[in-house]
């Protein structure tokens, strides 16, 4: 949930830029390759720190070499519509009548009571609903939250009664999210059921689609970085060994107490990444994804990791915006 509110806390900020403010809070890889069968292993050792932390170069790769991918379909990204229209339109499916406000980042439509609020964004298409009274102690305790399968039941049936299900989404989980009072005692929260999405049977990482359910299975929340695309070409991806190369260059981050720390790459796959809903984006990029285990010296896994490495061997430069 941080994330989201970070995210329409900037949006709001700029869209209602010289208007009386309304305070919003809102939550901002698949084929591995190698041209062998052997099982792969290669290391460097040095580090290097940061004011965050230690960023290790020590890297470890240990997959299994299956045949590498050598070019990969790169989608355009469309631009959205964004208009009081369509804004009108997602106000409708959520029941919020109020004020319509339109900026350089997005639009906005907050209730008369100032209870709910739809947001768009301009540069993404991004659509949020907030409910300011939703999650509450006495709503929205987790005694009364429906069970993980009810919740991915009543998100889904929501989403496909009201037309909000788009093609692509697939493997929902139910994720609680919870606040705390002082100390470590549950106070109230939401079920966040977030969806997958995939392209040529490639994940589409940094896609949110993410339904707030509460108590008695409400449906309090919407959150949907869901862009549009078409494709283009296919463009040549460096192999896993050059990324890998290029991982071990940029380094990975290990934490503060990890200065020596090794990082066990244990799984490598081609994936789209997708930018978060404040960003331009001119195309859908693919990466190769990198995923593992930062290891105490006791050689055990203390954190997971996953890092994403630009996987094109040359960029589309005429999909670029100037």
């Known amino acids: 949930m941080g994330e989201k509110l970070i995210i329409g806390i900037l949006l709001l900020a700029v869209i209602l830029a010289g208007f009386a403010c309304i305070s919003l809070c809102q939550s901002d890889q698949t084929q591995y390759a190698k041209n062998d069968s052997n099982k792969t292993t290669t290391e460097i050792v040095s580090e290097s720190s940061n004011v965050g932390g230690w960023i290790s170069h020590k890297l470890v790769l240990n997959v ?3 045949e590498s991918q050598d070019s990969v379909m790169i989608y355009k990204t469309v631009s959205p519509v964004v208009n009081k229209e369509v804004t009108l339109e997602y106000a409708k499916i959520f029941n919020v009548n109020g004020t319509f406000l339109s900026g350089t980042a997005g639009t906005v439509i907050q209730s ?5 609020a739809i947001e768009i964004s301009k540069e993404s298409g991004l659509v ?16 009364y939250f429906p069970s993980d399968e009810e919740a991915i039941e009543a998100a889904t049936r929501f989403l496909k009664e009201k037309g909000l299900y788009p093609e692509g989404a697939t493997e929902p989980i139910a ?23 995939y392209l040529d049977g490639l994940e589409v990482k940094g896609t949110q689609l993410d339904v707030g359910v509460g108590g008695n299975g409400d449906i309090i929340e919407y959150f949907a970085n869901w862009r549009e695309y078409e494709p283009y070409k296919k ?20 934490g503060k107490d990890s200065q020596d720390a090794l990082v066990s790459i244990d799984e490598v796959y081609l994936a789209y990444h ?6 331009t984006e001119n195309y859908l990029e693919p990466v190769w994804v990198f995923k593992g285990n930062v290891m105490n010296e006791d050689n055990k896994a203390v954190t997971d990791v996953e890092e994403y490495i630009p996987a094109l061997a040359k960029e589309p430069t005429e999909l670029i915006s100037k």
Request: avoid cysteine; glycine fraction near 6%.
């Open 274 to 279: 997708t930018k978060a809903g404040a960003y």
């Open 235 to 254: 463009y040549p991806v460096i192999t896993v060994d050059k990324a890998f190369e290029n991982l071990k260059s940029e380094g990975v981050y290990v």
């Open 64 to 66: 299994l070499s299956k």
């Open 128 to 143: 949020i609903y907030s409910d300011f009274r939703r999650p509450n102690v006495k709503q929205d305790a987790p005694e």
């Open 175 to 197: 994720q609680p999210e919870y606040t705390y009072s002082s100390g470590k005692n549950i106070t109230y929260g939401q079920i966040g059921v977030w969806y997958n999405r």
């Open 112 to 116: 008369d009571d100032l209870r709910y």
